[in-house]
């Protein structure tokens, strides 16, 4: 590999290791990360150069962007009519917008610049590119992990709030620069991500529609520009897109996301619930996946000592077992302890607050969860 390669390695892996650091010591706000950016870019330039883009794609490239980036706004704030809408948590006066959207837009034109630099001068090299996608994933972690502190932090959500859009987003846009230039990219980041900080409400879709959307959306424009592309190659001898790799792309992706939705949402039979405590130590264990099989109130009524509840109490869900069942006035009471603790919970639960049973758990995967409960507090 030629020592400019090994160089933009170097850059490419020093970013990944300082946002990665970040994430843990939560080391930058807002304004600290736009001067970051800044130096990052002047060292990037200074060691990489900057290359004039092709302006060949350029201008029709913006063109999709702008068209299909309008579209979707007007078409999500028009479904908002019927989903209702919810308030920015954001100050609208004119020296908090001044405060909150300048870093953004800073943020947003260095980087698709630093961007820019990066897949420039990797020509070809697909892992490079790939890394390019990794930086600016963690880059998008650190500059929105703040709206996401507060909520009930799952791994899972937080994946569909951010990450997987995260990720499709940066793959379509390292794409696109890769044959266009920086200026589309900033024009689609400054579209979707600048009026969040301006606009007093948008449509409320919920965390997972709203979350499906935004994985999606990166997705329908990569195709509409590639084959834009496609048509615009004037090579005979270009590849054509392979029909059958697409669809199966296609496929698990929607598996992928299908999963997801059913086992986070609670919309479905059975979802999945991270175990944050050892009271039920030895058979579940803190960092354990349960799978959680919601129940009727005639499968309450048939439940029985011994089998693992799930219940609500207190605002916290519980996980224990059930060591007593009381019937009284034609309803029951359930009396649970876990596994792990000396003595049994001290309340009865009824048959309102019980979720479902807990009888199959995935080792381990929570982890990350817990991880990111503690870096969202």
């Known amino acids: 590999m030629k020592k400019g390669y090994i160089r933009l390695l170097i850059v490419c892996f020093l970013f990944i290791g300082f946002l990665t650091l970040n994430e843990f010591l939560d080391i930058l706000n807002i304004y600290t990360l736009a001067f970051f950016i800044f130096i990052l870019a002047a060292a990037v330039y200074y060691y990489l150069g900057y290359e004039k883009n092709n302006p060949r794609y350029q201008r029709d490239t913006v063109l999709n962007v702008l068209i299909y980036s309008v579209t979707y706004l007007i078409v999500t704030n028009l479904l908002g009519l019927l989903t209702g809408f919810y308030r920015t948590i954001y100050n609208l006066s004119l020296l908090s917008m001044l405060k ?43 500059v929105y992990i703040g709206s996401f502190k507060g909520m009930s932090a799952d791994v899972v959500r937080y994946s569909i709030a951010i990450i997987l859009p995260s990720i499709t987003k940066n793959i379509m846009l390292t794409y696109i620069t890769s044959k266009a230039g920086y ?32 994985i999606i959306s990166p997705v329908i424009l990569l195709c509409i520009i590639y084959y834009s592309f496609f048509k615009l190659n004037p090579n005979p001898k270009a590849a054509k897109p392979n029909k059958v790799l697409e669809t199966a792309g296609t496929i698990i992706v929607v598996v992928i996301l299908f999963a997801a939705f059913s086992l986070t949402s609670g919309w479905f039979k059975y979802y999945a619930i991270t175990i944050g405590s050892g009271s039920m130590e030895p058979r579940i264990n803190i960092g354990d ?40 006035n034609n309803e029951n009471y359930f009396y649970t302890k876990g596994d792990n603790n000396n003595t049994e919970d001290g309340y009865p639960i009824e048959v309102k607050d019980i979720i479902g049973t807990a009888s199959l758990k995935i080792p381990y995967i929570g982890y990350p969860t817990l991880w990111l409960q503690k870096l969202t507090q």
């Open 289 to 328: 996946v349960a799978i959680v099989q919601k129940l009727n109130t005639k499968e309450i009524n048939n439940l029985k000592e011994g089998q693992i509840l799930v219940f609500n109490h207190s605002g916290r869900t519980i996980i224990h077992r059930i060591i007593r069942i009381v019937p009284l």
């Open 100 to 142: 909150n959207t300048i870093p953004i837009i800073l943020i947003i034109i260095l980087s698709e610049l630093i961007r820019y630099m990066i897949v420039a001068k990797a020509g070809r090299y697909i892992a490079i590119q790939a890394l390019t996608v990794i930086i600016f994933v963690l880059l998008d972690m650190t």
């Open 183 to 214: 200026k589309p990219a900033v024009l689609y980041r400054v579209l979707f991500e600048v009026p969040a900080y301006m606009l007093p409400i948008f449509p409320n879709f919920g965390l997972y529609v709203g979350g499906v959307l935004q």
